[in-house]
């Protein structure tokens, strides 16, 4: 068995390695080949993709997703080897902190190779009656005069350099302003969605705006406030699992500023 770069050619062939209640991982891959931030590997075995996963690079950080290992090749240490191929890749590119989102059969194969659990993420669904009385008043679409503070608050937030994942999205941004500082922002179409704000006031007038009719949400467990605030207004906690593991060096964020993560694979 071999590791190789995934190329676009090799979107058609993964089709079958589809986990059962993810999104289409062909569309993930297709993202992944398209954005210079993202290194796609593939493992071959006698010229049939039986293995999967990608590094996203941020200037000092990294993050690892879709580790996915065809179900007949499993329990042979194929998941090891992608993993720590895309470690020894990120660390090469220059990243000192490598990240993930695991899931409970995943936690094994990074423990194995020195990932160690930072926090958990908590799942909800909309079950009942949105009840909040949403207010926008300081809701506004992003501007340019706007895009540095954001990329600011990002990192501030999340304590990485993402500025090449999220540039692209700055125009389509929601943000919470008040007395010209931008306090939050919401970007719809980008992963899951997320939200990241400053405040508390930002945030939940952010999830005001975006659950108002979005069903489901993914919030730290640290963020007790934006998870209490859903609840009281309709939603439900869900059972669903997503740990995230950290290697190298402990970034420095802040969680319970997250009031809604992007997805499991930029976290």
């Known amino acids: 068995m071999e590791i190789q770069p995934f190329t ?73 080897q992608i993993v720590t191929y895309l470690v020894d890749l990120a660390t090469k590119n220059g990243s000192l902190s490598i990240n993930l989102i695991a899931t409970d059969l995943g ?18 669904k909309r079950t009942g009656e949105w009840s909040d009385n949403f207010s926008g008043s300081h809701l506004k679409v992003a501007m340019p005069v706007h895009y540095k503070q954001i990329l600011a608050l990002d990192q501030e937030i999340t304590g990485e350099n993402r500025r090449k994942l999220i540039e692209g999205h700055l125009t389509r941004a929601v943000i919470f302003e008040k007395n010209k500082s931008v306090e939050g922002y919401y970007f719809s179409q980008l992963g899951q969605g997320p939200i990241y704000a ?47 593991m950290a290697y190298g060096e402990e970034i420095y964020w802040k969680p319970h500023h997250v009031f809604s993560r992007i997805g499991g694979n930029y976290g």
């Open 107 to 124: 936690v094994p194969v990074y423990k194995k190779v020195g990932f160690t659990t930072v926090t958990c993420y908590q799942s909800l």
């Open 198 to 244: 400053a405040t508390d006031s930002a945030g939940l007038a952010l999830m005001g705006l975006k659950y108002s009719t979005v069903d489901t949400a993914v919030l730290p467990l640290d963020n007790t406030i934006g998870i209490d605030f859903l609840i009281k207004n309709g939603f439900e906690r869900q059972d669903t699992t997503a740990i995230r």
């Open 8 to 80: 676009i050619p090799d979107i058609p062939g993964i089709r079958r390695l589809q986990p059962k209640g993810w999104n289409d991982i062909t569309l993930n891959f297709m993202e992944y080949c398209l954005q210079p931030i993202c290194m796609p590997v593939k493992v071959i075995d006698q010229n049939t993709i039986v293995g999967l996963g990608t590094a996203i690079l941020h200037e000092r950080s990294a993050w690892l997703a879709h580790i996915i290992v065809d179900e007949s090749y499993r329990g042979r240490g194929i998941g090891n």
